[in-house]
């Protein structure tokens, strides 16, 4: 499975940015794709999930309610919306596929494939 990251960049604080996550190769066993972020004061750190279904989705705390994640129908393209940006969301976002079908799915291990990671920084 390959992965493709795009989207990221520079903005203000109390903007937004809209990350994509493109996937190809054997992606039929994976079950979903995954938002993790990581800046040089903290570990990586989840940040929203969603089944290939699109049935299911999942928010850390941090973003819940000022981000969106969501695939574009037929494709393996998945989406992460980002509004209301704060400083503290600078740091690099990787997404990532697992095949766990864990309830959670919000720990790196779940996740088999990762992409190179985009970055994004917001300026106070």
């Known amino acids: 499975v390959q992965l493709q990251a795009s989207g990221g960049g520079l903005v203000r604080a109390g903007g937004s940015l809209r990350l994509s996550c493109t996937a190809s190769?054997?992606?039929?066993?994976?079950?979903?794709l995954g938002w993790f972020r990581q800046s040089p004061e903290k570990e990586r750190e989840f940040v929203a999930a969603?089944?290939?279904?699109?049935?299911?989705?999942w928010y850390a705390d941090s973003v819940k309610g000022r981000a969106a994640i969501w695939r574009d129908n037929g494709q393996m393209l998945v989406h992460l919306q980002m509004n209301s940006l704060k400083p503290e969301d600078t740091a690099v976002y990787y997404c990532?596929?697992?095949?766990?079908?864990?309830?959670?799915?919000?720990?790196?291990?779940?996740?088999?494939?990762w992409g190179q990671g985009t970055q994004v920084t917001v300026s106070s």
């Open positions: 190769g054997s992606t039929r066993s994976t079950y979903r």
């Open positions: 969603v089944t290939w279904s699109g049935r299911f989705t």
């Open positions: 990532a596929v697992g095949s766990s079908r864990s309830e959670s799915g919000s720990s790196e291990y779940e996740y088999e494939y």
